[in-house]
C-alpha cells in the first residue's frame, strides 16, 4: 500500500510540473545536502520458526547526506549516506529480544522537474544495499547469537526543494526501499524479516 502511495504521488509531482520553465540544474553541475531522516518499517515485518513468531521492527531518526552528479539537464545521479540507524526487534508476547544497526546506503537516477523554479519536485529510482552489524539478543534471547544478513533491493524517491536562497534550498522528501534480511539465530536459518521501510526526510541542498 505505501509503495502504491508512493508511487502516485510521484505521478502527482510531475502532472503538477508540466508547465515547467527553463532548465537550472545542468549536466556537469552537483549538489549536496545534510539532514535528518526516519526509517519507519512496514508494519508487518513477517514471522519467524515457521511462522510462528510475529516480528516487530521499531523506527529510528539519524542525520543523513547526499551529493548528486547531473548527467544531462534536470538528470542526476544521487548517493545517500546516513549514520547508522538502529532498530530494536521485537517478537508479539516475548517483548524486545534483541536489536541491531544498518548502514543504508542508496544509488538513484533522478528527474527534477521545475528546477529553475522556486518549487521543484524530484523523482527517483534507484538500488539500495543495507548491511546490518552490531546485532544483540536479549529478553527472551538472551545468550543466543543473532545474525542478519546483508540485503539488496530497489529503492523510489520522491521530493520538493523549496529554493531558499541562489544555491540554497529546503527539501522534504519521503523514499521507500525494498529490504529483507535473511535471519539466524546460534547458527541455525529461522526465516526472513521484512523491513521494507519508508524513510522521511528534511534536509539542505546546496548546488554547485
Known sequence: MRK?????SALALAAASIAAPAMAQSKGDWTASVGIGSVNPTSDNGKLAGGTLAVDVDSDIKPTITGEYFIADNVGIEVLGALPFKHDINIDGL????STKHLPPVVSLQYHFNSAGKVSPLIGLGVNYTTFFSESTGGALA??????????GLAAHVGVDFKISDN???RIDARWADIDTKVKLDGAAIGTVNI????????????F
Open 95 to 98: 517483548g524486545r529480544v534483541g
Open 143 to 152: 545468550g543466543s547469537k543473532l545474525k542478519l544478513d546483508d540485503s539488496w
Open 168 to 170: 540554497g534550498a529546503l
Open 196 to 207: 521494507d521501510p519508508m524513510v522521511y526526510g528534511v534536509s539542505y541542498v546546496h548546488s
Open 4 to 8: 502504491t502511495t508512493l508511487m502516485l
